[in-house]
């Protein structure tokens, strides 16, 4: 990744690439407005801002290929662990501190398993038959981490992964209404009966009606939200409308909720950028499969994997 300054980025123009934070998680789209530069700060207020430094990812978004659809289709049984055909594995060789390649879990006999070959920003995780990887993933109530070896690698009829039975386990319980913290730039308006989509913020953000905020502390409940201008009043209606990448896709999201006081002192941490609450309204289908889908994968990764 290569790390930005203020100065690389185009204050009211769209973005030529997506902005990542120093893990390497998606901040803000490409061909995203930053409307000003109070709002340029807020971007880089909370660490470091790059893009993907990698040729064959000229857009930024770093994302990890081929590792199956989203739609993972029709829930089999399940096997070791619990985990399902199609689930989402983090997979790490032993003793590596790096951040976790991609794979998914397409089979499994006798407690061994078949997982697609692990990917990170598009590339092959470098492996071989005999290594031993640490590997998490979430079973719906719990994120396992375990351990297993490279029993064979196959080629045909497509490039996968043969793991021995899973060692060193460890299980993580996650609460129903799980919050993790992120880092997630946001467009913030009213909501309106012609929302329009896109075009409706690209309007909204060149009257200045449509503020840029900053997202943390995400569930599928709500966010704690931090702004560039002063908190709209307790009770007043707000619309969020923001990208997040789950399951290996950039999807745009948009939700409307009511404002809140924060929690606590955090409205008072940063006098600049005050903070606030939002409590979202219920979520339609697509909005809660893709923040539940983003929620646990966020989770899989702040999950220690065993020594």
Same mark, same amino acid.
């Given at each position: 990744?290569?790390?930005?300054?203020?100065?690389?980025?185009?204050?009211?123009?769209?973005?030529?690439? $997506?902005? /990542?934070? %120093?893990?390497?998680?998606?901040? +803000?789209?490409?061909?995203?407005?930053?409307?000003?530069? @109070? #709002? =340029?700060?807020?971007?880089?207020?909370?660490?470091?801002?790059?893009?993907?430094?990698?040729?064959?990812?000229?857009?930024?978004?770093?994302?990890?290929?081929?590792?199956?659809?989203?739609?993972a289709g029709p829930r089999t049984a399940p096997g070791p662990l619990?985990?399902?055909?199609?689930?989402?594995?983090?997979?790490?060789?032993?003793?590596?501190?790096?951040?976790?390649?991609? $794979?998914? /879990?397409? %089979?499994?006999?006798?407690?061994? +398993?078949?997982?697609?070959?692990?990917?990170?920003?598009? @590339? #092959? =995780?470098?492996?071989?038959?005999?290594?031993?990887?640490?590997?998490?993933?979430?079973?719906?109530?719990?994120?396992?981490?375990?351990?297993?070896?490279?029993?064979?690698?196959?080629?045909?009829?497509?490039?996968?992964?043969?793991?021995?039975?899973?060692?060193?386990?460890?299980?993580?319980?996650?609460?129903?209404?799980?919050?993790?913290?992120?880092?997630?730039?946001?467009?913030?308006?009213?909501?309106?009966?012609?929302?329009?989509?896109?075009?409706?913020?690209?309007?909204?953000?060149?009257?200045?009606?449509?503020?840029?905020?900053?997202?943390?502390?995400?569930?599928?409940?709500?966010?704690?939200?931090?702004t560039t201008a002063p908190s709209p009043a307790p009770g007043s209606?707000?619309?969020?409308?923001?990208?997040?990448?789950?399951?290996?896709?950039?999807?745009?999201?948009?939700?409307?909720?009511?404002?809140?006081?924060?929690?606590?002192?955090?409205?008072?941490?940063?006098?600049?950028?005050?903070?606030?609450?939002?409590?979202?309204?219920?979520?339609?289908?697509?909005?809660?499969?893709?923040?539940?889908?983003?929620?646990?994968?966020?989770?899989?990764?702040?999950?220690?994997?065993?020594?």
């Amino acid at each position: 990744m290569i790390q930005l300054t203020p100065n690389d980025l185009p204050v009211g123009h769209p973005l030529p690439w $997506s902005l /990542l934070d %120093g893990d390497g998680n998606l901040v +803000l789209g490409s061909g995203s407005v930053i409307p000003d530069a @109070r #709002d =340029l700060a807020l971007v880089f207020r909370h660490g470091v801002v790059c893009r993907a430094g990698n040729s064959d990812d000229p857009d930024g978004t770093d994302g990890i290929d081929d590792n199956g659809d989203a739609d993972a289709g029709p829930r089999t049984a399940p096997g070791p662990l619990g985990l399902q055909v199609g689930t989402l594995l983090h997979v790490k060789h032993e003793g590596e501190s790096a951040r976790a390649a991609a $794979s998914r /879990l397409i %089979g499994f006999i006798e407690q061994g +398993l078949f997982v697609t070959w692990p990917q990170l920003g598009g @590339r #092959d =995780l470098p492996l071989q038959a005999g290594d031993t990887v640490l590997l998490r993933g979430f079973s719906g109530k719990a994120i396992h981490s375990f351990t297993s070896t490279i029993t064979a690698v196959c080629r045909s009829p497509f490039r996968y992964l043969v793991l021995s039975a899973p060692t060193n386990l460890h299980a993580t319980p996650v609460r129903k209404a799980a919050r993790v913290p992120t880092r997630l730039a946001a467009y913030l308006t009213e909501p309106a009966e012609d929302d329009d989509g896109d075009h409706g913020v690209a309007v909204a953000v060149r009257a200045g009606t449509a503020r840029l905020a900053l997202l943390s502390d995400l569930s599928t409940g709500g966010a704690l939200v931090q702004t560039t201008a002063p908190s709209p009043a307790p009770g007043s209606r707000v619309r969020l409308r923001f990208q997040l990448r789950a399951a290996s896709f950039d999807s745009e999201v948009t939700v409307d909720g009511w404002v809140r006081a924060a929690p606590g002192a955090a409205s008072q941490d940063d006098a600049d950028f005050p903070a606030f609450g939002v409590a979202f309204d219920v979520l339609a289908e697509r909005e809660m499969t893709l923040l539940q889908c983003y929620i646990y994968e966020q989770l899989l990764s702040t999950t220690r994997l065993p020594l």
